[in-house]
Structures are given as structure tokens and as C-alpha cells.
């Protein structure tokens, strides 16, 4: 070949390229046929440098199709100076609070920033960042106090009058004092802490090094750098925002692989827990009360006809029949444990049962506890002892123990019509006053802390085992609130749930952390309310009249499963 004929092929070449690269950006600024006016506002680019990063972290063959991507399209995921200085960060072997070091940050910070209005206070907040990183290496990582302690000394020396550097450093002193010489014997306070401040628990330098980087690029203005893994936090938001809007969803426990092919909501509505599996008719009268254990092994229903029947979860059948009281049976509790149940009755005693042998173990009436004729209604063990607390409506709220003996008396004026504690912290009682009351029971004083006046007839009250930052309150007529408790002295009401009937009788609602709300109603539905927007899901027809009390069984898996019980005497197990 001749070297004119190579020299024009070569010319060709390039004017191939240059018209490639033109038609190559022709097609991204075209819309795809087909989509909708909102898909098309995607900017084409950006989706193709998501597409680049993501199929650069799954590396391997990918990793070569990002790069023939990329050099195809001549778009970055990352620019040379952002990858340098990247690198810089983290490398270990660099001092990074060097002048020579601070220099080189500062200069890339200014060629990746460009807008002058915001390089001080980038600049600022990277190097708070660096020192803040290089205290926690010290500290956790290297066990050099003193070096911990030089650099936490120079962080508040170069900003003494700023308040956020102010914050940081009162938080870096707790954890030099909290951590002294016992590295590994941290508290829940401080790994709380510790996850605050971003420092990753159980990793080395270079997961600290790429917490840094993570957290330092977060600082820079958002077209200049895409953050990690952009392109599945996007697929996972969508998702997350069409659960969040199906009144059917229900948050799994365990982790489970997105399905990214179908919309999330066209299966939810199959995986509701809204169908009845079992009829128990143990019972020869009306069925007041149910309950799971602590575990959900068992499952305890009270009655009119003066017995209490455990079934065991498993199969459903019946594990034993407790026989004793001399009337109804309007209340029980499970031991922490899931060895005894307490229970109340109109014959105004209560009995203690061992669930192993089946048989009574105390039977302790009023007048043992108050010499006095007293009406004994709820009553519930505490969580992490055999003490119990009773509620009445005679104006008593007393904790005692097994041995009947009295152990705090609240002193209470009001009348009580029911009762829940929350993890042996929080207590939460209902007044004929129509009043909230929720008392901190975590010191010896049992303080009380707050008193909401309702202004409606308040008939229960009850809380999740997995849930306690939230109550549910029946509230006459025909409504139930849910509160949020978790600062006994500033609970709030979080919503209002409408459609059921109750206006002469006392029904037990039941909230759950699988954001739902349940309960039961005169007209003899179950009623089932999404608890974020209180919208009703549905309307379960299995009992024949009134259904009294609901309850959701706990448990580790996602085996969702509940029990109502009613008037007809009958307990029903439904789920999926």
C-alpha cells in the first residue's frame, strides 16, 4: 500500500471518529420513542453514567464493558483529578494533617469545586473531617491515646469558635474517657456513637480511608461527583416509594432480594394475611380475651365459662385446659419467661398457673391484697421479674409480688380501665377521666410524666412487643388512636383509625411493627387499618357477633399470623 492510499485511510479514520462521536451525542439528547413526557425529562447521559459506575462495581467482563462504554461515549464517572485525589485520601502511608499534605487538598478541592462562594467552607469541613477520621484511627485503630488526644487538641485550637467543631470535640472527649485502656468492652451508647460520627465498628484502615473518601465526595457539589453505588440506591428508593404507597405492604424482617421486573405492588395484596386457617372451639361460652406468648409458641384464650385454653402454635392444638375460677375471666398475662400465666376474674381473684403442669400455683384474692373489696381487673407480670402490677376501678394501681406482698402503691385518684407495660420502662394506663397516663417506671420513683386528656370514653389499651414506641386506645365511639410514647414525657398522637362499631362494650384492638392496625367491632368484622395513613385495608367477616379482643402472634419470621376471638366462642387463626 502505498503511503498516500495509508495516509487517507488514516485521514477517513479520523473523520469516522469525529462523526461517531457527533451521532453519538445526537442520540443522547434524543428522546426514546415510546416513553412517556416525565421518562423522557431523564437526561440520557446521566442514565448512561449510572450505568457505567454500576457495571464498574460488578467488575470482571463488566468492568471492560464500562470501559468500552465510557470511551465509546466519552463520558466519566469520575475525573482524573477527583480519582487522584481520591487515591491521596487514602492512602495510609500520607500524613494528611502535613502542611505539604493540607496544600494538595486545598489545591484539588479548588480545581473540583470551582465556585468560589463555597471553597471556604468545603475546604473547612474536609479538613474537620480528616481529623475527626484521624482521632478515631488513633483511638480504636492504632491504641495511641495520645496521638488521639494531640490531634482532638489541634481540631479545636484551629476552630475555637465554632459551634459544630464544639459539638464534635465534646463527643470525641466522651469516647477518649468512654474507651480508656477497655477498647473492646463498648456499650450500646457508644457503638451508638461511634455509628453517629460514621466510623464503621470492626473495620481497618482502609474501610476507615473509604469512609473518609465517601464522606468527603459527599461534600462536593452534586454535578461534580456521582456517590457510590448510585444506580442501585435508585432502583432501591423506587421500590421502597411503592411499598410505601400499597396499603397492602408489610415490612419483612428478614432481607430479601428486590423484584425489579414487576411493579412491588401487583403481589403485596397475595401475601396479606387475611385469610382464615383455623376455627378453635374450645370454649362453651363468649371468648373475652387472647394472647400470644412472648415467643409465640402458645396461645391463650380466656372465657366466660370460667377456663383459660393454651393451644401450642405449632399445630393448633389444644396443650392444656385451665380450670379454677369461680366467673368470667377478662384478663391474662404470660410470665417473662412463657412458664406461668396470670390471670383476672369477676369472682375477684388472681390466679398464677404453671403452663408445664397445667395446675394453679397461687390463688390470691382482694382482700389479700387490699383487706378490702376491690374490683380486679387488668393486671399484667412485668417483663423481667414475676412482680405484677393491677389495675382497677376502684381507684387502685399497685405493683406487687407472688409472695403478696405490696410493692409500690401509685396512690392513684382515678378510676382505671386498663393498663400496658412497655419493656418494664414505660407504664401506660386509661381512666374512666377519660385520660392517658404514662408513668417512667425505670427508677424506684415511678415517676409520672404525663397526663393527656382524651376527652372521649378510653375502653383499652394496648401495645406491640415489637412496637413499643407505640399505644393503641379503643375509643368510644367507634374509633381507635394510636400514640407515640417514645419520650414518656412528650407523647403525641400519630393517628386516627375510623369504621368500626363500639359504643356499649370493651374491645381490644392490636398494633403491630408490620404496619398494621387490627381490631374488632360490634357488627362482628374485623377491621384492618394501614397504621402510617390510617386507611382502611379491609374487612374480615369470622365471627357470627361481637368480637372482643385481637392479637398479633410474635415472631422471627415472616410466618404473619393473629387471633381474634368474640361473643360466638370462637378463636380464629388467620393468615396467609
Known sequence: MSPKKKGSIAANSDNSSAINHTGIHSFLSAAIPGLSTEMSSIKNDQLLLLIIQYFTDLGGPFKDIADHV????????????????????????????????????????????GDDSQLSKIQRDVRVLIKKTLFL????????????????????????DDEKVESLSKKLSSLLVSFGDQIELVDSSTKALLEELGWQIGGDLAVSRECLVNQVLALLPSDKVIPPHRLAQL????????QLNDPYYIP??????????????????????????????????????????????????????????????QTYRLHKHLVGHDNTIIYLSWSHDDTKIITSSFDQTVKVWDLESGSCIATISDQDLFNSNVRIRSVE??????????GSPDKKLCIFNLDKELVYDFKISHRIEDLALVNDEKLVVV????????????????????????????????VSPDDPDHCLINVKADELQLWNISK???PYLVNKYYGLQQSDYIIRGC????????????DGLIYIWNKKFGNLIECLKGHKSLINCIDWKPTDNDDYEWASCGDDGVVNIWGV
Open 70 to 113: 465510557s470511551q465509546t461515549t466519552g463520558l466519566q464517572v469520575t475525573d482524573r483529578h477527583l480519582r487522584e485525589f481520591s487515591d491521596f485520601l487514602r492512602d495510609t502511608k500520607v500524613d494528611l494533617e502535613g502542611a505539604s499534605s493540607l496544600e494538595l487538598i486545598n489545591n484539588n478541592l479548588a480545581q473540583l469545586v
Open 137 to 160: 484511627e488513633s483511638l480504636i485503630l492504632l491504641r495511641n491515646n495520645n496521638r488521639a488526644l494531640r490531634t482532638l487538641r489541634t481540631l479545636t485550637a484551629d476552630y475555637p
Open 235 to 242: 432502583l432501591k428508593q423506587a421500590v421502597a416509594y411503592q
Open 252 to 313: 419483612t424482617s428478614s432481607s430479601q432480594p428486590l423484584t425489579l421486573l414487576r411493579d412491588a405492588n401487583t403481589y403485596m395484596k397475595d401475601q396479606f394475611p387475611k385469610n382464615l386457617k383455623i376455627r378453635l372451639e374450645h370454649h362453651e361460652n363468649e371468648c373475652w380475651f387472647v394472647k400470644y406468648s412472648n415467643t409465640g409458641k402458645y396461645l391463650a384464650s380466656a372465657s366466660v365459662d370460667k377456663t383459660i385454653a393454651i393451644y401450642d402454635t
Open 381 to 390: 407480670f412485668f417483663k423481667y421479674s414475676d412482680q405484677f402490677i393491677i
Open 431 to 462: 381512666t374512666h377521666s377519660c385520660q392517658l397516663m404514662i408513668y417512667d417506671i425505670t427508677s424506684s420513683s415511678y415517676e409520672l410524666s404525663s397526663i393527656i386528656n382524651i376527652e372521649k370514653q378510653l375502653t383499652s389499651i394496648t
Open 488 to 490: 414518656t414525657s412528650r
Open 511 to 522: 398494633v403491630t411493627d408490620k404496619n398494621l392496625v387490627l381490631s374488632g367491632s360490634e
